[in-house]
């Protein structure tokens, strides 16, 4: 009898332990599960960050070009600028790099060195960058930072079109939407209510506005699909090769624009604390831009720059006694629903 107890009593213990074996199955699942979620919450952090230097980092861009010119004019080269501006990015990759050697050593994902196939694919967008980025200070000889700001906007459209032939991704109706709701609400926050016109801008300026819409959708996209394309290559790497391509390119339009100005004059003639700065944020929005399009898309730096629009009018309250007028506001609430509609969108998808 005592026999039969102990054995039925083991029996007991042998149901219990398989019990506890099933509820351990499930155990690892959980926690895939909550290492799965905290990863995508680690995402949406670094988005949200990027986005938002991003943002605020292109909100006073058109104030730093502006206040860097001297009685209507550029004092320094704009081409020894840009080529300091690509430069500097170089380096700023570089040092990102190095820090990286250091904690987790040279692998194939963060060496320099590549094969002809990956490297051939950034002369493009660094041609299309190095374009549009010497428009960009031509334009205001047209235009005043308020009406930059609205022409800006072009970009919008451009992005989603390319967006839609080159990276083969549909966006939704909503989406669509949402892009002209945005066109809408950025235009009608500069609206001047003095003036019967919405802009006082010459053909000159218009095209010069379509140009750089069509150059900064198209260089945007293709660069995205260039760092999408191997996802696992560390970013620094992608943004070291795209930054050689413009500082050789930019060394060209030096060349070919500039050469007798900075022999006679030096290389930093014209400079100012402004202009650093200047160069100093176009740099930093540089690597900005290259986090969002690797971490989240294109269409997001597009949004991040028309909100900056808004928040470089809200700056400009306090610092030159902007008038924030009854379109502003209703500008605003346009923009706020088109990003709603823009997230809706995507999620319906």
């Given amino acids: 009898m005592e026999y039969r107890k102990i054995k039925d009593e083991d029996n007991d213990g042998g149901g ?3 019990g506890d074996l099933e509820s351990l199955r499930g155990k690892p699942i959980s926690v895939t599960n909550v ?8 995402n949406w952090k670094r988005k949200s960050v990027v986005t938002l230097a991003l943002t605020v980092l292109t909100s006073s861009q058109a104030i730093l070009i502006v206040w860097s010119k001297r ?4 004092e320094y080269s704009v081409t020894t600028a840009n080529f300091l501006v690509e430069t500097l990015k170089c380096a700023l990759s570089l040092a990102a790099l190095a820090r990286i050697w250091n904690h987790e050593g040279v692998t194939d994902d963060n060496r320099l060195s590549t094969t002809l196939d990956e490297v051939i694919v950034y002369p493009i967008p660094a041609v299309l960058y190095l ?3 010497l428009l960009q200070y031509y334009i205001f000889a047209y235009v005043d930072a308020p009406g930059y700001q609205i022409l800006k906007n072009l970009n919008i459209i451009s992005t989603g079109v ?5 990276l083969k991704k549909k966006l939704s109706e909503i989406q669509w939407a949402a892009f002209i709701l945005l066109c809408c609400g950025c235009t009608t926050a500069q609206l001047n209510s003095n003036s019967d016109r919405v ?8 095209i010069m506005a379509i140009v750089m819409a069509l150059l900064s959708g198209f260089a945007g996209v293709y660069t995205e699909a260039i760092m999408k394309k191997r996802p696992s290559r560390n970013i620094n790497v992608q943004n070291f090769w795209l930054y050689v391509f413009g500082m050789a ?5 030096i060349v070919i624009q500039d050469f007798d100005a900075v022999m006679n004059k030096g290389f930093f003639h014209g400079y100012s604390f402004i202009t650093v700065l200047m160069i100093l944020n176009h740099a930093l929005s540089g690597i900005a831009v290259s986090m969002v399009m690797k971490y989240a898309d294109n269409i997001v730096k597009v949004y991040s720059t028309s909100v900056a629009m808004l928040l470089t009018a809200v700056v400009s309250v306090f610092l030159f006694g902007f008038h924030l007028s009854l379109a502003f506001f209703l500008g605003s609430t ?3 629903v088109s990003v709603y509609l823009h997230s809706a969108g995507k999620l319906q998808r």
């Fill in 249 to 253: 390119f930019n060394a060209v339009a």
């Fill in 131 to 133: 374009v549009k980025n």
């Fill in 162 to 166: 390319l967006y839609r032939i080159i």
């Fill in 16 to 18: 219990s332990s398989s």
């Fill in 71 to 74: 009685a209507g004019k550029y």
């Fill in 199 to 206: 802009l006082q801008t010459p053909l000159q300026g218009w």
């Fill in 35 to 42: 290492a799965s979620k905290s990863s995508e919450l680690a």
């Fill in 334 to 336: 346009v923009v706020s």
